[in-house]
């Protein structure tokens, strides 16, 4: 059965999940770590991307977000795509880093907001990496320490998180820690990495009940929440997809752009889509492609197309500029 295409709007609460190809590492040591999460709250300030609580672990990550104007794919192709090919050339490896497609579930906020922070924040202890919940209040890679004041860092969005447990901050911190450490018990949570609504309401066995007599709720695996919570939110994207500019569109406003370009930097558009390597005509080259890659939304394809290059050139492109 196809995936269905990502929700995303600005303003929409995630809960991203990245795994390793085949279960591979992601990370060998502290300064793949520090890489990875510099990249990621780089990229946070940058996108306006909202970070409320996030685990880096070795062969996968939590994060709970909030997407900004920029969108939650921008954010994941840049924050992936750089890495892993930092990644290789320091471990002079080849090949995917990361399964093709991370996980995104769109969050019901008002149910599961503490639940995620918690469940992300604990995701180090119950990995072992970590052998107790004070390790885990100095641990620096999660965000569990950055909530708790023991760690500083200016991308994760602390105040949000403390504002659902307290008005005052000592008050607050106090009753996030006795709530995390509520959840140890709880263990490895399935019901809240799927998605769909009979994850949400606490497993098939309750749905079936439910659905026995005779209350039927609507479900996405691309979402956690209620029924209702579900129905909204597709009809949102369904009128968004109604909406979408056309390929033809985004392809006609690319050509109107490289023309408009190319008068102005005085360079022949077929000079542009030849092999010439004059600094001018690869300076424009690069600077088209990151417009009509991450300003138009065009695909990497079509905009290799475009400019006369390989799409593996257009992402090295890419890559480079970052």
Known sequence: MPRGARLDAPGTLHHVIVRGIERSEIVKDDYDRDNFISRLGALAKETGTAIYAWALLSNHAHILLRSGAAGLPTLMRRLLSGYATWFNRRHRRYGHLFQNRYKSIVCEEDTYFKELVRY????????????????????????????????????????????????????????????????????????????????????????????????????????????????????????????????????????KEIEALCQRENIELAVLRSASRRRSVSRLRAHLAMKLVQELGLSLAETARQLGLSTSAVGQILRRNK
Request: charged fraction near 30%; proline fraction near 2%.
């Open 120 to 255: 992300i924040h604990l995701n180090p202890l119950r990995a072992k990496l970590v052998d107790s919940l004070g390790r885990l209040e100095c641990y620096k890679w999660c965000g569990h320490a950055v909530v708790l004041g023991r760690r500083s860092n200016d991308w994760q969005d602390r105040d949000y998180v403390l504002q659902w447990f307290g008005h005052k901050e000592g008050e607050a911190r106090k009753a996030y820690r006795q709530f995390v450490k509520g959840g140890i018990a709880q263990g490895r949570r399935p019901e809240l990495v799927g998605g769909g609504v009979a994850r949400s309401m606490g497993g098939w066995s309750v749905m079936k009940a439910m659905r026995r007599l005779g209350v039927r709720q609507k479900g996405d695996e691309r979402i956690l929440g209620s029924g209702e919570f579900v129905e909204r939110l597709l009809e949102e994207a369904g009128r968004k997809i109604k909406h979408q500019i056309p390929t033809h569109e985004l392809v006609a406003r690319a050509e």
